[in-house]
């Protein structure tokens, strides 16, 4: 099999800097707006940005249902922020007709870090970069929090007892913004989770040959 086609949920949000973060790691990734857009790729990026916009344009793009379907045959996909609040089972605080995916087993609070608040940063220490690794810096921007979770699902790492950053199978979801951090540490270890050949090593080899 070739390399595979990351998409990354390009309908609204930050989904400009998660394409930046996945080609500096030698992955090939394209903007995904359409059901045909869906249909060529092989693992999928939510980016952060408004879940009620979000979930709104997944309806008019007609991308809900097959973007449903992928997700319940497997397709590896990485939600952030509100690309969190879209994977989650439950969400408290959305609007009425917001729609969600059900693919981790959480309840997540919109805004649930406080509307004052509206956004912080602070260093996080991350099981799946290994014993020893740098912490990663965890950018919150009305960030969604964890209020529950099921007994399927894994925490990566967390923040004042909180969970910040799950995995449930092939999901992964973070409530901060991993691609604003000019770290692609993330993102090779989403792609390392399906990917036989390690991403963060490749992208050391083509360094070093240039
Ligand atoms: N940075 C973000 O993605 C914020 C998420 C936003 N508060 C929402 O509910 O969708």
New binding site residues.
Partial sequence: MGAPMIGVLALQ?AFESHQQRLTELGALSRQVRTPRDLAGVDALVMP?????TMSRLLLSSELFDPLAQRIADGMPVFGT??GM?LLATEVLDGRPDQRSFGAIDITVQ??GYGRQLDSFETDLTVSVLGPGAAPFHGVF????KVTRLGDDVEVLAEHDGVPVLLRQGAVYVASF?PELAGDHRLHAAFLNSFQHESFSERHDAQTENT
């Fill in positions: 949000g952060g940005g408004e879940s009620t922020c509100a609040i919109r805004n921007i009305r960030a969604p913004h």
